[in-house]
């Protein structure tokens, strides 16, 4: 069995920073970890990609993030990490985080991010 476990969501003014964390636990590794990632989903709205990293270490963002927020992760505690700076209104959603291994997909419970203006 595989969990991934968020946390690091709140309530922050605009302009404010969170880091979220995604711990991955049970059968999984790090060297079977494909892909690590960050999605969110505001009401309403479709769930996007915010941020990912392949086993080669290239990241991908989604437009509405780049520059502010930062992807990485620590193969040796198999535990995902998005920084997020300069947090706007637009950024209020529930953020997820999923991971592509060689055994599957997961996806974690989802930590709720709400910026104030």
């Known amino acids: 069995q595989v969990q991934l476990v968020e946390s690091g969501g709140g309530l922050v003014q605009a302009g404010g920073s969170l880091r979220l964390s995604c711990a991955a636990s049970g059968s999984i590794s790090s060297i079977n970890i494909i892909i690590m990632g960050w999605y969110r989903q505001a009401p309403g709205k479709q769930r996007e990609l915010v941020a990912r990293i392949t086993r080669g270490d290239r990241t991908n963002y989604g437009d509405s993030v780049r520059g502010r927020f930062t992807i990485s992760r620590d193969n040796t505690k198999i535990t995902g990490y998005l920084q997020m700076n300069n947090l706007n209104p637009d950024d209020t959603a529930v953020y997820y985080c999923?991971?592509?291994?060689?055994?599957?997909?997961?996806w974690g419970q989802g930590t709720q991010v709400t910026v104030s203006s």
């Open positions: 999923y991971v592509r291994a060689f055994t599957g997909d997961y």
